[in-house]
């Protein structure tokens, strides 16, 4: 069985909470904060229950690990702190990636930025590889440092398949920690938001920037999965969605050395994997694998298990 996970909407203060237009997404972050309490006010009671009935729980809490769920149906049980510069996506065969939360930008059709309703999808030129400049009548490039990334989707219900032709929907905020379409300063940009066909051997590759780390969360990316290009026009077609981690180090490494991160090295100081309310109940399946450097540019790589 796949595990569910209501994770709480993203937390919204950003090196400049002023930057920010307060858009809830779904019921809104108060409600997704109290579902996370009911949650893990049940894992508590579930914890109680194990010490006298022999039940096992995995992946709860705030130890930093996501159990997940194999292709031969048991529990993957590695997990990671973070603290490495490489990730594992899975551990025996390839894991089911938990659902979550698409939190209040995702410019998927599902919300609206104050002049209507914001769907990226919708725009001529969304399917692309390289998402770091607006398209349409914008013209803005998101700075920072180059990042490479790779996620190959798989099957979980057939031996780890490879998924081909489907489609993934990339976004994530910028260096300052602002998201296109929505962050005051740049609520007529679109860029960072991109959608991609996974080819025969289920991979696809996007060329963008390594995000910047916003108060409140720790850095991450999100996506949105669908059955075929034709379908990922809105959000009410997709299939999975949910969100990439980074290796802590490679976080401090980017923020304390690169140029324009100076306001994420500040946030990421306040934050870890334990504190942070969508990564806390595990995140060893969304730990993407990070090499290179902040001169040459990074390359990330995961591997994204559905039941399909």
């Not at 809830?24 to 579902?35: I, M, T």
């Not at 893990?40 to 997940?68: E, K, M, N, Q, S």
């Not at 989707?153 to 057939?158: R, W």
């Amino acid at each position: 069985m796949q595990p569910h996970r209501h994770a709480a909407a993203d937390i919204v203060a950003g090196p400049s909470a002023a930057a920010h237009d307060h858009h809830d997404h779904d019921h809104g972050l108060a409600h997704d904060l109290a579902v996370l309490l009911q949650r893990r006010r049940a894992l508590g009671v579930l914890a109680g229950l194990a010490g006298i009935g022999g039940l096992t729980l995995i992946g709860c809490g705030g130890g930093g690990t996501d159990a997940g769920t194999s292709a031969a149906g048991s529990s993957s049980s590695s997990g990671s702190s973070g603290s490495g510069s490489t990730g594992s996506g899975s551990s025996a065969g390839c894991s089911v990636i938990p659902e979550e939360t698409a939190g209040p930008y995702p410019g998927d059709g599902s919300n609206s930025n104050g002049s209507g309703i914001a769907n990226a999808l919708a725009l001529s030129g969304i399917v692309r590889a390289d998402i770091r400049g607006s398209i349409g009548t914008a013209s803005g490039v998101a700075g920072g440092v180059p990042l490479t990334l790779t996620l190959k989707l798989v099957n979980t219900a057939s031996s780890c398949a490879d998924l081909s032709g489907y489609a993934l929907y990339l976004w994530h905020c910028d260096r300052e920690g602002r998201y296109s379409l929505y962050s005051a300063s740049i609520v007529n940009e679109n860029y960072l938001r991109g959608v991609q066909s996974t080819g025969s051997d289920g991979t696809v590759t996007f060329t963008t920037i390594f995000p910047g780390c916003y108060d409140g969360r720790m850095p991450h990316l999100h996506f949105e999965v669908y059955k075929s290009a034709s379908a990922a026009t809105s959000y009410a077609n997709k299939v999975k969605t949910s969100q990439i981690a980074f290796p802590t180090d490679v976080c401090t490494t980017v923020y304390t050395t690169a140029s324009g991160y100076g306001a994420s090295l500040t946030n990421f100081n306040r934050i870890s994997f334990a504190t942070d309310n969508v990564f806390s109940d595990g995140y060893s399946t969304q730990l993407a694998t990070l090499t290179g450097s902040v001169s040459a540019g990074y390359a990330a790589t995961l591997t994204v298990g559905i039941a399909a």
